[in-house]
């Protein structure tokens, strides 16, 4: 009894806590965290890493096992701000 | 005197196959004579043997002839010619580089040597030495693995010592407990009456996410491994990888290869054989540099500094523990 009481207040102050959006920018590394369950819930989709585009700016990469236009088609172009990109890289295998 | 390699070049090789029935000649070819020490200005058809003998310990068939053709000869010691040992050879001592793993297995790459309380243990990979988490602290392990012919007891290096469990991906299956998900079930009502998004869904908790694939292994004698790795050297210390760090390993089956660090932070799902997947974060990942077998691999900048695990990859990626989580995990250090 104790602990659903517990739970409750602790939901209510999580409720709160989510409706109150954060100002600051958030790193790549906080944005990739953030995002990534999602897309790794993508089908095809093996990894999610930061590296670099073409121009040397930081990105969010997302790793393919093969080339899959529906799963690039549904994903975001960025994220708050970081350009998402793909790269078939294949099954990721134990070696 | 003729000093010119077009005369000398088609005697030596007329003369080649009568020189290479001398016992002990190994090798024939076209250098200049070295006399008492000194290398001389004079061309000549060199015969390498595997022991210099003085001449009256040999036959006169077996006598290097002290001219052919005009040409003057020379004899010298360079011992037996061998082929490079193998990476997939036995190898006593062993460096890191080299084939190894569990009984059970086909074969990985030591990766190198780490300290623990004190004692030096063998590096590499949880799926090299234990067998992805199907073996017994103790267990043999054999240098060279067995796909390369390693045989227990024979080739026995060291007993398994320590592995960190690969936990490996399972559907999140519902919550079986009545308590929770009647507490979720209020908490979604809540959440309805203040018109909030949020809502809870209560699941079994997944065990957290893998951040190396690796075990250490006592040798059996100190003597039987080697502190440094073939064709890399001695590590220098550890360091931290960055995006654009350049980097080489040095594996059991594609030898000694270079990279660049593309990606890190990496979150990666990586199938260990049958169906079995484990995802992985906060992974180094890098272009092409290996392929099946070279798992365990010691990964170093270009300074030598040990900076990953090579665990796993495809014909364009491969996969990296940062050392540092190694470390963490094992309780070692170099």
């Known amino acids: 009894m104790t602990l659903a009481f517990a739970a409750m207040l602790s939901a209510i102050v999580l409720v709160q806590a989510c409706s109150e959006e954060a100002e600051m920018p958030a790193s790549i590394y906080g944005v990739k965290t953030k995002y990534e369950d999602q897309l790794m819930a993508k089908p095809g989709v093996v990894s999610v890493g930061i590296g670099r585009d073409d121009q040397g700016n930081a990105a969010i990469i997302v790793g393919l096992d093969r080339p899959r236009a529906e799963t690039v088609e549904a994903l975001p172009k960025e994220l708050e701000g970081y350009p998402v990109l793909t790269s078939v890289t294949g099954p990721l295998k134990a070696q | 005197m003729p000093d010119d390699l077009s005369t000398i070049r088609p005697a030596l090789k007329a003369a080649a196959p009568r020189l290479h029935s001398c016992a002990n000649v190994v090798a024939t070819g076209v250098g200049y004579k070295i006399s008492q020490g000194a290398r001389t200005s004079n061309l000549s058809i060199v015969c390498s043997v595997s022991k210099k003998l003085s001449p009256t310990q040999l036959s ?162 100190q003597t039987g491994v080697k502190d440094e790795i073939l064709e890399l050297g001695i590590i220098q210390g550890s360091a931290e990888a960055a995006l654009g760090t350049t980097v080489k390993k040095s594996g059991r089956t594609t030898g000694l290869t270079t990279g660049e660090i593309l990606q890190i932070d990496v979150t990666a799902n990586v199938q260990y054989g049958a169906g079995q997947v484990a995802r992985f974060t906060d992974q180094l990942l890098a272009g092409p540099m290996s392929q099946g077998g070279d798992s365990g691999s010691a990964v170093l900048d270009d300074e030598n500094r040990l900076v990953g695990l090579l665990f796993a990859g495809s014909d364009t990626t491969t996969i990296i523990n940062r050392i540092q989580n190694v470390f963490s995990a094992l309780g070692v250090s170099r």
């Open chain 2, 60 to 221: 006169t068939r077996d006598l290097v002839p002290p001219a052919i053709d005009g040409i003057p000869t020379d004899v010298v010691e360079t011992g037996r010619i061998r082929a490079f040992q193998s990476r997939t050879d036995k190898h006593r001592p062993a460096p890191g580089g080299v084939s190894i793993g569990h009984r059970d297995i086909t074969a990985g790459t030591l990766g190198c040597l780490v300290q623990k309380n004190g004692s030096t243990f063998i590096l590499s990979n949880n799926h090299v030495l234990a067998n992805s988490n199907d073996a017994q602290p103790g267990n043999p392990i054999l240098q060279p693995g067995p796909i390369d012919g390693g045989r227990f007891p024979d080739d026995h290096i060291a007993d398994l010592h320590e592995f960190v469990p690969i936990t490996f991906s399972q559907p999140e299956p519902p919550s079986q407990c009545p308590a929770a998900r009647a507490v979720a079930a209020f908490l979604n009502a809540t959440c309805r009456v203040i018109a909030s998004k949020t809502r809870y869904k209560i699941v079994t908790l997944q065990a957290e996410d893998n951040l190396v694939d690796a075990a250490i292994a006592r040798p059996l004698n």
